[in-house]
């Protein structure tokens, strides 16, 4: 009975082991992706409210975590360097007016940022205007990237209509902004080959998706991120801050 129970105790002692191996190996820093703090629209997809944004970033500086910007971490992938356990990478999509408080906290953190601007529609109603952007570039460390011309549904357009979408998204921005424009964020997710390759041939240093994409070793044009929402603090915001949120998602199809 004895020598039962030490077999057992030791099969489960291995299991524990490649289960904490295979985790090691998994390890990626989490990209989380926001979009609106409007709380008028709480119930729509991922607002969060601007005092649950606050109290996130709180969690983020007391538990010691390292946040730095989306270039670095793709970067780091690009010159095949490790980032270390603990680093958080904050991602914002489509570039709305209330954006303007979650820059107010993260100033107030020093805490980086990259924003994904839709070129048609900055100064339109709801979305930053080309005076806030300039504002918040020259006074903060947030960042901005492509999240293409139009918010277009990409694997539904022809080649021509994807590289104008990706690449004039970029030139536009660059020219207006006086920045290079590293990173892009793929409307909905969605993409397919000749997507990927289009961002590559344009110049950028990595692109984003949301949980459509594939993991940092098998393509940084289609890093995976972590969906927050007003609902993600104590053990929720631990787990998606964790590096390991991702593994145990399913991942979706790009289109």
Known sequence: MIRKLI????????????????????????????????????????????????RQMEFLKKGGYKVIPLEEYCQALADKKDTPRGTVIITFDDGYLDNLEAIKILKKYDYSATIFL??????????????????????????????????????????????????ES??????????????????IGAFNEETLQIARDSDYLCACTTNRGFSKTLNRF???????TNRDLGIRLWAKASGFYNIFKKVKKPF
């Open 7 to 54: 077999t057992i105790s030791s099969i489960f002692i291995i299991l524990i082991g490649f289960f904490c191996f295979y985790l090691y190996q998994n390890y990626t820093p989490p990209i989380f992706m926001y979009h609106s703090l409007d709380v008028s629209r709480l119930n729509e997809y991922a607002v969060v409210e601007p005092d649950i944004f606050r």
């Open 222 to 228: 289609a890093l995976r991120r972590v969906k927050i």
């Open 170 to 187: 970029k030139k536009n921005l660059s020219k207006n902004f006086k920045q290079d424009i590293k990173s892009i964020a793929y409307p």
């Open 118 to 167: 839709v070129n048609s529609r900055i100064g339109k109603k709801g979305f930053l205007s080309k005076e806030d952007i300039e504002f918040f570039l020259a006074n903060t460390r947030v960042k901005i990237g492509s999240h293409t011309l139009s918010h277009a549904y990409l694997p539904d357009l022809d080649a021509g209509q994807i590289r104008k979408e990706i690449f």
